[in-house]
């Protein structure tokens, strides 16, 4: 269900003329707190993942300082409500072209930021950067409670939540995964681990070292919707005195929502998208497609050439589907792309 909220409340906020009082008092707390529903979904997911010895990551070249500036935006309205500061201290890094697994890393940053919000009353939180001898060093201190000495034996342990009146009162809804799937991470992205530094009643500092460039990893330069459009989907633009329908995309759920969902989002970026409701619903639009429209002066042209389809389906799945499309007209170089 949440593949269907963030981004339906995503595009509300997006209007033009959404009224101030709706998109920032209704829409952009609901879009910020179905975020942080995903971030706890996916800290249980992890924990599967983590038991299993199924972690994966994602290396390739991004811009931190983005992330920071989503971070300071997904928690302003908290800090706001507690009457905090947030401060980011980067030493003016240029972290630009920051070498790592960008999604994993905002991850790690994110429970940290939550922790230290959840356990200051009053004062300030800091997000500190600093550079030395090829690591960074990425942290967060706060004003907070502090930890107990005792209690710091638990932080990275599973279903390591701390026990005691001051900690439940401002943590009553915590599961103890974070700190140890974050600590995870970080030990995969080439640190030795999370390293805390706490004193009970002055406050806590959590941080870690990732090396600036990681030993044996293949870097992936930075691949955005508007990359793919001037490069391997280059072909779906439009020619110039012919009518063409290179730019249809076919896509498969049994899921009306989902549907809805990603028929916009193409849209909204230039494409046509053609719906199907299983793998029997999508061959019929496919042939149709084929059998129907005449190819343009683009001599890539293809009438539908791409397909999104969902795997778990009733009747003829995604499974069934991949099949019937590689015995289905190969030579108009079809692609499909599994969703799930």
Do not use: W
């Not at 947030?86 to 697994?101: C, M, R």
């Not at 919000?117 to 090829?134: A, L, M, Q, W």
């Amino acid at each position: 269900p949440l593949n269907c909220i963030i981004p339906m409340i995503k595009e509300a906020l997006d209007q033009p003329n959404q009224p101030k009082s709706i998109s920032e008092n209704l829409l952009r707390p609901a879009y910020y707190s179905a975020n942080l529903l995903n971030h706890l979904i996916n800290d249980i997911l992890d924990y599967s993942r983590v038991k299993k010895l199924k972690f994966q990551l994602n290396f390739s070249k991004f811009n931190f300082h983005d992330c920071l500036s989503y971070l300071r935006q997904l928690f302003s309205l908290q800090i706001e409500k507690k009457s905090l500061k947030l401060s980011i201290e980067d030493s003016e890094l240029d972290l630009s072209n920051f070498k790592g697994d960008q999604q994993r890393l905002t991850q790690v940053m994110t429970n940290l930021l939550s922790n230290a919000i959840k356990f200051t009353r009053k004062g300030e939180i800091k997000i500190i950067i600093t550079y030395h001898d090829k690591f960074y060093r990425i942290g967060v201190r706060d004003t907070g409670i502090g930890i107990r000495e005792e209690d710091k034996e638990k932080l990275f342990k599973a279903f390591g939540v701390l026990e005691g009146q001051e900690y439940r009162s401002l943590n009553n809804h915590g599961v103890g995964l974070g700190l140890m799937i974050s600590n995870t991470i970080v030990k995969c992205l080439g640190s030795s681990g999370i390293v805390c530094e706490s004193t009970f009643g002055e406050g806590s500092y959590f941080y870690f070292e990732i090396p600036k460039d990681p030993d044996q990893i293949v870097i992936r330069e930075p691949r955005t919707i508007q990359d793919l459009q001037g490069s391997q989907l280059g072909r779906f633009s439009t020619v110039q005195g012919s009518q063409c329908y290179c730019q249809r995309i076919l896509i498969v759920d049994d899921n009306d929502y989902n549907l809805m969902v990603l028929t916009r989002m193409l849209k909204k970026r230039g494409f046509e998208a053609i719906e199907a409701y299983d793998g029997e619903d999508a061959l019929k639009k496919l042939v149709s497609s084929f059998d129907q429209y005449p190819k343009c002066r683009n001599s890539n042209c293809q009438r539908i050439n791409l397909i999104l389809s969902n795997l778990n389906m009733p009747n003829h799945d995604g499974f069934e589907l991949i099949q019937d499309v590689r015995g289905f007209k190969s030579d108009q170089n079809l692609s499909l792309i599994h969703i799930s």
